[in-house]
């Protein structure tokens, strides 16, 4: 059976909803960080322990939250596992992809990829907080480069940026290719643009 303070610290992450902070935990609870995180340990013991259909789990940014058991993802895939891509076009997808696997990157170099135009889609992934922008790369015009979001890993079930699915190698070559090219043509032309 769960401490008290376990079943207090599940009660407010199932409240929640959404990757929360030890720090965050600690003033909803009033408990020591110690003590929070024994009691999240527990918990996280006993949800594996006893083959729950939820496990606590941890992100590179230190947040906690529920996910559903590796196990189950193949039967959950057929009702939730699309959930983002019906809302994003193949473009968006395609765009998030270019940005994931190729952060940090310029909106410039991510046209170069696709061969086509991306504001609207780069904007609406912005507005959307897939997307974010994390600083000005050194080149002329210093555009802005892209990194993925926290809502894009717990959206996608990725704990961190690492856990993406592997590039097969024709593939991975293809892109660093496509990568190296965008970048010699801004350096060439200066014609990066701001955003």
């Known amino acids: 059976m769960l401490s008290d303070d376990a079943r207090l610290l599940e ?34 013991d006993e949800y594996e322990e006893r083959g729950s259909g939820l496990l606590l789990v941890v992100d590179d940014d230190e947040l906690y939250s529920f996910s559903p058991a590796v196990d189950l993802y193949p039967r959950l895939k057929a009702s939730y596992g699309r959930k983002v891509d019906r809302r994003l076009s193949r473009a968006a997808m395609e765009t998030l992809a270019i940005v994931a696997y190729g952060q940090p990157i310029t909106r410039g170099e991510i046209e170069e990829i696709r061969g086509v135009g991306s504001d609207t889609i780069v904007k609406m992934l ?70």
């Open 126 to 195: 912005r507005d959307r907080e897939y997307i974010m922008v994390k600083g000005r790369k050194n080149a002329p015009g210093h555009p802005w480069l892209y990194h993925t979001t926290k809502k894009f890993l717990h959206e996608f079930n990725l704990k961190s940026i690492q856990d993406l699915p592997k590039l097969s190698e024709i593939d991975r070559m293809r892109f660093e290719e496509r990568m190296a090219e965008g970048e010699e043509e801004s350096e060439e032309d200066g014609t990066e643009d701001q955003g």
């Open 11 to 44: 009660a407010i992450l199932f409240i929640e909803n959404q990757p929360t902070s030890l720090d965050r935990l600690c003033d909803l609870t009033g408990l020591k960080p110690d003590m929070a995180e024994d009691a999240l340990a527990e918990l996280g």
